[in-house]
């Protein structure tokens, strides 16, 4: 980690009230630590959007096991790409209702083509992916 500079913003004053209410809401100790972590968010969001940086997610689905062949095409997808899925984790939430959520490695655009194939396969209620970082790029 480097050096801590500081440095001066001009902001009109409600939008700093706003500010201040989440800063408090979300359980910031300072304002510096909300800033720090709204800079992180838009360094790794760029990070995705570049789509060539080594990067980490997660794809939820939420399916009815009960379609014919869904879980099959879900699970054939999944051995494709087995090389960027990292873990996977399934929970049967009622009798008909699964919620899966996979761990993804790889370049951005490699994640999100995975991510659009299995959330595109007919029969899945509900899927998102969640985009994060493996945090080297951040110090």
């Known amino acids: 980690m480097g050096e801590?500079?500081?440095?001066?913003?001009s902001i009109d004053d409600g939008l700093l009230e706003r500010?201040?209410?989440?800063?408090?809401?979300?359980?910031?100790?300072n304002r510096s630590e909300?800033?720090?972590d709204l800079i992180r968010d838009a360094l790794v969001e760029q990070?995705?959007?570049?789509g060539n940086e080594e990067t980490v997610g997660t794809v939820t689905l939420v399916y009815d096991h009960h379609v014919h062949d869904l879980a099959d095409r879900l699970t054939a997808i999944?051995?494709?790409?087995?090389?960027r899925i990292?873990?996977?984790l399934h929970v049967h939430l009622d009798h008909h209702n699964c919620l899966e959520v996979l761990i993804v490695r790889g370049k951005a655009s490699q994640i999100k083509a995975?991510?659009?194939?299995?959330?595109?396969?007919?029969?899945v209620k509900?899927?998102?992916?969640?985009m994060t970082t493996t945090g080297r790029e951040l110090g």
């Open 47 to 50: 990070t995705w959007a570049d």
């Open 114 to 123: 995975i991510a659009d194939s299995l959330i595109g396969v007919k029969g």
């Open 4 to 9: 801590t500079i500081r440095f001066g913003i």
């Open 86 to 88: 990292i873990s996977t």
């Open 78 to 83: 999944q051995h494709d790409h087995h090389d």
């Open 19 to 29: 500010f201040d209410r989440l800063v408090t809401e979300k359980g910031y100790v």
């Open 126 to 130: 509900h899927g998102k992916l969640v």
């Open 34 to 36: 909300a800033i720090r």
